[in-house]
Every structure is written in structure tokens, then in C-alpha cells.
Nanobody
């Protein structure tokens, strides 16, 4: 069983930055393909960014490319989402997600591809 705990959300003005953290337990992050997804009120949960278990391959949704960076610290068993140049439309609950893999450099973009989820952390960007 994998547990994921997010932290780092909050209220920030447009143009500001936040860094979200996702601490994993129950399995090392080098055996987990990880992702960040978000859900705004009244909307479907959507993909934001993903990182592979091996090789550090990353992928981003178009609207966050160049502003968000996903990374991992294997020693801390933690994945991060650095968010810069935040916009009001980035306001949402952000979820960390994971899928166990076997020594793979694959990443996943669909919410249905992930097996484990954190509780979510609220990000609010004011204009």
C-alpha cells in the first residue's frame, strides 16, 4: 500500500510562486510513476504534470509548460511541483498521484492510470 501526503498549497497573488510537495511511503519513488493533477470547482480532475520512476522523464499539460516544474528527491522519497508565474486559472485542489511500475521510464497522463492518490492541497491564486 502506498500513502501520499501533499503539502505546500496556499493563497498567492497572480505572478507569485508556490512549491507543492508529495511525500510517499510504503514504496520508494524510484518504483513509482508520479503525477500531479488538479480539480477546480465544477470541473473534471485534469492532468498537470508527470514524472517517470526511472530516468526523470517529465511531461506537462500545455497551459503550465514553462511555468511549472515537476521533480523528485529520491533520498527524501518526495516529489515536488514548483509553480511559478501563477495565474488565477491555476486555482484548484492539487492532487499527487502514483502508479507502481517495474523499473520503467514511462509516465502517465490520464487520471485513470494512477492507483494511489493523496488527499489534495488547495492552491488559490488571486488576481
Amino acid at each position: 500500500q502506498v500513502q501520499l501526503v501533499e503539502s505546500g498549497g496556499g493563497l498567492v497573488q497572480a505572478g507569485g510562486s508556490l512549491r507543492l510537495s508529495c511525500a510517499a511511503s510504503g514504496r520508494t519513488v524510484t518504483t513509482l510513476a508520479m503525477g500531479w493533477l488538479r480539480q477546480a470547482p465544477g470541473k473534471e480532475r485534469e492532468f498537470v504534470a508527470a514524472i517517470s520512476a526511472i530516468g526523470g522523464r517529465t511531461y506537462y499539460e500545455d497551459s503550465v509548460k514553462g511555468r511549472f516544474t515537476i521533480s523528485r528527491d529520491n533520498a527524501k522519497n518526495t516529489v515536488y511541483l514548483q509553480m511559478n508565474s501563477l495565474k488565477p486559472e491555476d486555482t484548484a485542489v492539487y492532487y499527487c498521484a502514483a502508479r507502481p511500475v517495474s523499473y520503467s521510464n514511462i509516465y502517465f497522463q490520464r487520471k485513470g492510470d494512477y492507483d494511489y492518490w493523496g488527499q489534495g492541497t488547495q492552491v488559490t491564486v488571486s488576481s
